[in-house]
């Protein structure tokens, strides 16, 4: 026969809190296991780096990387002579960075075109250059070529581009430019001067043409203190050409007749630096400036021959020739000067003022040494007769043996 107890009612209240304590415990111990599991998938799990966009240049400084800036990436150098040499552009840039930057290599497209760059790291706010040299020689056309500029910044790499037009060797400067002068094309290096009065003066241009691929400077120009010398600029860009000009006074003292001198020009053209010019004057005297009256009283030269003739000569004599010269005029007469054509001619006067009236000796030595058979020599007489100021004479000889 079962028995039935009677039922504890403080014993099952006990129970059932029991048995929430205990599932409270394993729910909160599975909820650290979770978190713990959670926590380490996170750990292993590598961070994502944000990406950063190219045009936000702030967001690029904010990672501390240098960034290689060129103020301009095209340059076109024109016109290029083919014979010219080489042509070079220097690229500047800027590091707008936070960091030092350092061009690792530049590269180019052809073996034309070579570079050099700044080597050590350019710190922010500092500048550097890139050279791009081109050389022209038989590349005839159109220029048109690309360096890559690669640096440890950013951007890792970048374009400049050098642009031209590569002309042929014979340009047509020849009815103008005749000779070569170094890397200058000029007219000539001789400058004449015919006829400078001797209350005036008389000019002349010099004229160059740059046949070089680079600007020729002009550093200094030695001339004399009676030549006066005006340039436009200081240096003549390569392909153009550029005219001086040169202002010639007579010097002091007056000499008349031919003078030589010469003008010096410093350059540098690394063919022919120094230019030398030669100056070649002819000064006469203004009788202009006189007047009907002072014509009047003008001194008169009047010769007894302007040749003579010394006939047969045997050779190491010293014979002399003989002129003779009278005023006829009403003032005196100056012997300004005498040339001579040749030094075996010696000249001399027995005075070079002849008063008006008077007959003076011109005697003219022929020194005969090295020579034999017929020859004839000159002299000019320069005086101040107005109608007269320049007079040939001639002597002449048969040397024999």
């Not at 043409?209 to 002009?218: A, D, G, P, R, V």
């Not at 027995?350 to 090295?370: I, R």
């Amino acid at each position: 026969m079962q028995r039935f107890y009677p039922i504890n009612s403080q014993l099952i209240i006990t129970f059932n809190i029991m048995i929430k304590k205990i599932s409270l415990f394993i729910l909160i111990l599975a909820n650290f296991q979770i978190a713990a599991l959670a926590q380490s998938k996170k750990k292993n799990t590598p961070a994502k780096t944000p990406a950063i966009k190219v045009e936000d240049k702030n967001n690029v400084i904010s990672q501390g990387l240098g960034i290689l800036q060129f103020i301009y990436t095209n340059y076109n150098f024109g016109n290029i002579n083919e014979k010219g040499g080489l042509v070079y552009h220097d690229f500047k840039f800027i590091n707008v960075g936070k960091e030092p930057i350092r061009i690792t290599d530049v590269t180019t497209t052809c073996g034309c075109t070579q570079s050099n760059w700044t080597r050590k790291y350019v710190n922010p706010g500092d500048t550097g250059t890139v050279r791009a040299t081109f050389d022209p020689n038989g590349r005839q056309g159109k220029l048109d070529k690309s360096l890559t500029v690669f640096s440890d910044g950013s951007p890792n790499s970048q374009f400049i581009t050098i642009k031209g037009h590569v002309y042929a060797s014979k340009f047509n400067f020849s009815d103008t430019y005749k000779y070569q002068y170094g890397n200058l094309a000029i007219k000539t290096n001789s400058l004449s001067f015919p006829a400078v009065k001797n209350t005036s003066y008389d000019s002349v241009d010099i004229g160059f043409f740059n046949l070089s691929n680079k600007k020729i400077f002009i550093y200094k120009v030695d001339a004399p203190n009676n030549v006066m010398i005006t340039q436009p600029y200081d240096n003549i860009p390569p392909n153009t050409d550029m005219k001086i000009k040169v202002r010639y006074y007579p010097r002091q003292p007056l000499e008349y007749g031919p003078t030589k001198q010469e003008i010096k020009i410093y350059t540098n053209d690394d063919s022919l630096p120094t230019k030398i010019f030669y100056i070649n004057a002819n000064i006469v005297e203004d009788f202009n400036v006189m007047d009907k009256n002072q014509l009047k009283k003008s001194p008169k030269m009047v010769l007894n021959s302007s040749e003579i003739d010394l006939g047969n000569v045997p050779l190491f004599n010293t014979p002399t020739a003989k002129f003779t010269i009278t005023n006829k005029g009403k003032t005196d007469l100056i012997i300004r000067r005498v040339i001579r054509s040749c030094n075996c001619l010696n000249p001399s006067f027995t005075q070079m003022v002849v008063p008006k009236g008077k007959t003076v000796e011109l005697n003219v030595l022929y020194t005969l040494t090295n020579m034999a058979g017929p020859d004839t020599k000159t002299l000019k007489l320069i005086t101040n007769d107005p109608h007269n100021s320049e007079l040939t004479l001639t002597v002449k000889i048969n040397v024999t043996e």
